[in-house]
């Protein structure tokens, strides 16, 4: 099984800033196959990326994601008040499919 | 627009049995695979279960996480866009908001999730 390691656990930024979210792999993650999601409380996840690049319709461009084999990033580029949440990436080049523990971005 | 409306969350009593169902609209409902994927209380997101389309190269297929293999199964009525997870033997653990999510794809494997419902609570108590 693929164990995805999400750092940090809190970012505490302000909006207008830039956030930098990781997911590690513990093994390869083959055709960099990784998802990343939003997620709000009482909401339902947000599909934000695939393939470890490519932005799902409708998401901003100040999402970005990046990275392949263990190391992955998804990185926003200024803070808007909606983007205060958590987010989780998911491997889906191996089975079982697995997430990642999530991050948490808070307002600072 | 996709549209997924998860039911039949609750509480039941731990070894008992329930049923959830995920009604979808917006889409060819039969041409994609459907999953569950579990969130329990201040934890993160957990992959459940899935089930492949009938357009699949290997026809209808199910997967379930090791963690409900044997207790939980998924099944699928195309004629009624509905998406079913019979959960039994149930256990505090099982306690979670269960989300029901379209992949893009018609098999299980190489997937991810781009359509998400709101989730249904099940509660795992005595």
């Known amino acids: 099984e693929v164990v995805l390691t999400q750092s940090p656990g809190t970012l505490s930024l302000s909006p207008g800033e830039r956030a930098t979210l990781s997911c590690r792999a513990s093994?390869?993650?083959?055709?960099?196959?990784l998802a990343w999601y939003q997620k709000k409380p009482d909401q339902a996840p947000r599909f934000l990326m695939h393939?470890?690049?490519v932005r799902a319709t409708g998401i901003s461009d100040r999402f970005s994601g990046s990275g392949s084999g263990t190391d992955f990033n998804l990185t926003i580029s200024r803070l808007e008040p909606e983007d205060f949440a958590v987010y989780y990436c998911?491997?889906?080049?191996?089975?079982?499919?697995?997430f990642g523990g999530g991050t948490k971005v808070e307002i600072k | 627009e996709v549209h997924l409306v998860e039911s039949g969350g609750g509480l039941v009593q731990p070894g008992g049995s329930l049923r959830l169902s995920c009604s979808a609209s917006?889409?060819?409902?039969?041409?994609?695979?459907m999953h569950w994927v579990r969130q329990s209380p201040g934890k993160g997101l957990e992959y459940v279960s899935s089930?492949?389309?009938?357009?699949?190269?290997?026809?209808?297929?199910?997967y379930y996480a090791d963690a409900v293999k044997g207790r939980f199964t998924i099944s699928r009525d195309n004629s009624k866009k509905t998406l079913h997870l019979q959960m039994s033997s149930l256990r505090a653990e099982d306690t979670a908001f269960y989300y029901c999510?379209?992949?893009?794809?018609?098999?299980?494997?190489?997937?991810?999730?781009?359509?998400w419902g709101q989730g249904t609570l099940v509660t795992v108590s005595s």
């Open positions: 999510a379209k992949s893009r794809a018609s098999g299980n494997t190489y997937v991810y999730f781009d359509s």
């Open positions: 917006g889409f060819t409902f039969s041409a994609y695979a």
């Open positions: 089930i492949s389309s009938e357009f699949s190269s290997d026809g209808v297929s199910t």
């Open positions: 093994q390869s993650v083959s055709s960099s196959y």
């Open positions: 393939g470890a690049s």
């Open positions: 998911q491997q889906y080049g191996s089975s079982p499919l697995t």
